[in-house]
């Protein structure tokens, strides 16, 4: 019954930072993470951020390492996604989804994450 929205893409230079949003429309309970994906045209959903529940535990892919933050705002059931030093390869529609008791083995895996977001648009130019 939860559902995600992303907001917070758009157009930006190459070196440039978004921050993304992805807002619960209701507390989640247990023991979860949120996770964010991407997707360019014509390519698979590619692991960038995770944030495990409730131990706060950060993942990230190794094209954003250094570069990507993603932290939490409890009182908002939201969950952000801060984006430094874009590159044009960061192109692609950004999504966030839910994994019920996540697992080192598991909290990278898109097929294993359900509630899936509409996803928001992120462009950078070179």
């Known amino acids: 019954q939860v559902q995600l929205v992303e907001s917070g893409g758009g157009l930006v230079q190459t070196g440039g930072s978004l921050r993304l949003s992805c807002t619960a429309s209701?507390?989640?309970?247990?023991?979860?993470?949120v996770g964010w994906f991407r997707q360019a045209p014509g390519k698979e959903h590619e692991f960038v951020a995770a944030l495990r529940r409730p131990n706060g535990a950060t993942y990230y892919g190794d094209s954003v390492k250094g570069r990507f933050a993603v932290s939490r705002d409890n009182a908002k059931n939201a969950v952000y996604l801060q984006m430094n030093s874009l590159k044009p390869e960061d192109t692609a529609v950004y999504y966030c989804a839910r994994l019920v008791k996540p697992t080192s083995s598991t909290i990278r895996d898109s097929h294993r994450y359900e509630s899936w977001g509409q996803g928001t648009q992120v462009t950078v130019s070179s």
């Open positions: 209701a507390p989640i309970t247990g023991s979860y993470a």
